[in-house]
């Protein structure tokens, strides 16, 4: 009988899982680890509020089993059947690894191997081809080779700026010295990007083989991988893959008998969100606080303790050993226009089907949002999607079908950042966002230069007034002039980019902001200093479910008879708007 | 000024010093030891590691204080996270924050009288699918409602309060 490998996807981000637990235990009581492995598996390509069993090879997914159903699926497994009832659909985001589905829309360069093998054992990462392209690397092209190929595939860093990888290699090579370092960074700190840790977590190996192959261009021996320490499976299965090369001759002295050497350490992130900022990383793997520096000197002439450093993010790296294996012409004919390749984007907010998508450069957003994740929650009307996080910017309707590269992004002031789409439907207030990523940035600057420090508080003050009815028109510009200050003078990106998602929500969505500001209304009622509810006579018949839902008991009125709110008491909390089933309350 | 007494370090704690010593950028490191240890960062502790790594305490408290991971007062039994990443914010974080202030009658970042519960906002946990999220001592509650919350607390609480 062929080995069943059974994954288990637990949306516990925890080391615990009850479903690994049980069939592990299982296997162990019959003895079947001959038979059945089992693996706990970060991403498999779905998402969904309750485990996940996959079963390879053939490929059976499935979902919606309680504890109690285990046993009849442990059987199963044993027996080699399936039990149809637990049968999940075939998913359009569950695309055949690294092969370009036209139905899926999918392409797999980044999450090739993600799902589809043990994170924790390198024998199985090697048996899919891992460690080829290392191998290939160093004993048959030498440096520059390596370099003009990663030049000349057009990878930009995924990390949000874009910038030319193969460029930063040959700047970094140029360096003087002997000692140089390579650093991943894993600080995905941009709320709603998860794309990073699916990588960490379910592919380690493609990181170490990617950082080593840069180590072996650019002439390092020692690299670090700065890792976020909210993600103790990732630093776990890092760790493992690390010892493990190291037994494998893949890191170390002498890798695989050449005279390249290489060490790799892991670093651990503090929380801190301006420690993604390349210096101040720096910093932090020095041990100290995260503060960026000035530039120049550029981190490729002095960067940790002082000497020549590069850092490329996960996503980057895991796109390394594919184009040394494959080649430049094959990566580059992949993509559109100067963005070449593959992006991975977490799809999260008001749709459907949120999770992780790896699409060629150049889908639009509607195939994004409609075709892949399903449309908006609850038929909802789309209305805008955020990218670039709290560093980027929206974008309205009218560009939903507009090409997702760095060029498209920036000219309509948003950018490609790390990664994370937030899909927004009517329901929620863009002003009310800008002052979540304003808040957000606003506690997250680390305080050392006087645009960031002092313009975001600014920002956040004059959103605030505006949100909570005590906007004035002569806002707008003050708003535009400090934000043209922490743009020019900001020491760090943190700072240059706090304002751009007010900016650019101010541009598409003028209406809203305007209507915020003369009429003190908020058509979504999310801001509820501008929110009044009150109840049609009319229309209520006095059913109490309002008054019973009322938090703070301000509803009242005899039974079936129309009741009143006490405007003086309600916290506008919109309960009794939620709870009327005659839409005798209206929000205004 | 209290006098700080001496403190006798976890043997995990004095170990992991003595692996580190002499690493490039271990004060981060050690720091998250000492947290893994202790729960916080302890005053006594941190004079003490302050002399055995070398470092002036005012950089030890220096890297304390910037970053958010690093705490000073001892949290709850049981610290309730909860995420305040974008999705989750978009899908009623808020509301679940002040719902579990109003149970709990207790702010963020404070603690309960009887020690028990701890309340946080931490960043994007890395489960936006699930938004919202909060997080009891690592174990995750996803796709949240206000109403789920006193169901989750009460499976901590050994004895129901009132």
């Known amino acids: ?588 | 000024m209290k006098t700080q007494k001496d403190v006798q370090l976890d043997t995990r704690l004095l170990d992991f010093i003595e692996e580190w010593k002499d690493k490039k950028g271990k004060e981060i490191m050690i720091l998250h030891k000492v947290q893994e240890v202790y729960g916080f960062v302890p005053r006594a502790v941190a004079i003490e590691v302050s002399r055995m790594i070398d470092l002036p305490l005012a950089k030890i408290y220096g890297i304390i204080t910037f970053y958010h991971i690093f705490k000073l007062k001892k949290p709850g039994k049981f610290k309730v996270s909860v995420c305040m990443g974008t999705a989750c914010y978009l899908k009623g974080g808020n509301d679940l924050i002040a719902e579990l202030e109003s149970i709990l009658g207790i702010g963020v970042n404070a603690v309960t009288e009887d020690g028990k519960f701890s309340i946080e906002i931490v960043r994007c946990v890395g489960c936006c699918g699930l938004a919202p999220v909060i997080l009891v001592n690592g174990k995750t509650y996803g796709n949240l409602k206000k109403g789920d919350l006193p169901n989750i607390l009460n499976e901590y609480r050994e004895e129901p309060k009132n």
């Open chain 1, 1 to 588: 009988m062929i080995k069943q490998h059974v994954f288990v996807w637990d949306p516990t981000p925890s080391n615990s899982s009850a479903v690994y637990n049980y069939l592990v235990k299982k296997v162990n009581e019959r003895d079947l680890g001959e038979s059945i492995e089992v693996y706990r598996s970060t991403y498999i390509g779905l998402t969904s509020g309750t485990p996940i069993i996959r079963i390879l090879p053939k490929n059976i997914i499935y979902t919606k089993f309680e504890q109690e159903d285990l046993g009849e699926i442990f059987e199963s497994i044993v027996s080699d059947e399936v039990v149809d009832r637990f049968i999940c659909e075939y998913d359009a985001k569950l695309a055949p690894v690294s092969e370009r589905d036209k139905q899926s829309k999918q392409f797999k360069i980044v999450l090739r191997n993600v799902g589809y093998l043990d994170p924790e054992s390198i024998e199985e990462y090697i048996s899919r081809g891992g460690y080829k392209a290392l191998e290939k690397a160093i004993f048959e092209m030498d440096p520059d080779r390596v370099i003009k190929e990663i030049k000349d595939s057009g990878l930009r860093g995924r990390g949000g700026g874009g910038f030319s990888t193969g460029l930063k290699w040959e700047l970094t090579r140029k360096e003087p010295g002997a000692e140089k370092f390579v650093i991943c960074n894993a600080d995905e700190g941009d709320p709603g990007a998860y794309m990073d840790r699916a990588v960490l977590e379910g592919d380690p190996h493609t990181i170490v083989e990617g950082m080593a192959i840069g180590a072996y261009a650019v002439g390092c021996k020692e690299g670090f991988i700065y890792v976020r320490a909210e993600y103790p499976l990732a630093i776990e299965r890092l760790e493992k893959a690390i010892s493990d090369a190291k037994k494998y001759g893949l890191l170390g002295d002498n890798i695989l008998g050449s005279e390249f050497s290489f060490n790799l350490e892991l670093r651990w992130g503090a929380g801190a969100f301006v420690c993604g900022e390349e210096t101040a990383l720096m910093a932090s793997i020095e041990g100290k606080r995260g503060n960026p520096k000035p530039r120049p000197p550029f981190p490729s002439q002095s960067g940790l303790w002082k000497k020549p450093s590069f850092i490329n993010n996960v996503e980057t790296w895991a796109n390394i050993p594919p184009i040394v294996e494959k080649g430049s012409g094959w990566f580059s004919s992949i993509g559109v226009g100067r963005s070449k390749g593959t992006k991975v984007f977490a799809v999260t907010g008001k749709v459907k089907d949120p999770g992780l998508i790896e699409v060629p450069m150049g889908t639009t957003f509607r195939e994004i949002v409609y075709d892949l994740c399903g449309g908006i929650l609850d038929n909802k009307k789309f209305k805008a999607v955020q990218t670039g996080g709290p560093s980027g910017g929206v974008i309205p309707e009218k560009f939903i079908d507009m090409s997702v590269d760095y060029e498209t992004l920036m000219s309509i002031g948003s950018m490609m950042g790390s990664g994370g789409l937030i899909v927004m439907d009517q329901s929620d207030c863009m002003v009310d966002v800008n002052k979540f990523y304003l808040q957000f940035s606003v506690d997250e600057s680390c305080g050392k230069c006087a645009p960031c420090r002092i313009g975001g508080k600014q920002l956040l003050d004059l959103i605030s007034k505006i949100t909570d009815g005590k906007g004035d028109k002569k806002d707008i510009q003050k708003i535009k002039n400090i934000s043209n200050a922490m743009q020019k003078a900001s020491l760090c990106a943190l700072g240059q980019t706090t304002p751009n998602p007010v900016l650019s929500a101010m541009h598409y969505f003028e209406e809203e902001y305007m209507e915020h500001i003369s009429d003190k209304k908020c058509r979504t009622g999310k801001c509820s200093n501008l929110v009044q509810y009150m109840i049609i006579p009319e229309k209520c018949i006095g059913c109490t479910a309002c008054a019973l839902k009322c938090p703070v008991k301000c509803i009242s009125g005899e039974k079936k008879k129309p009741h009143i709110i006490d405007q003086k008491f309600c916290i506008k909390c919109g309960e009794c708007f939620n709870a009327c089933k005659f839409n005798a309350i209206v929000r205004g």
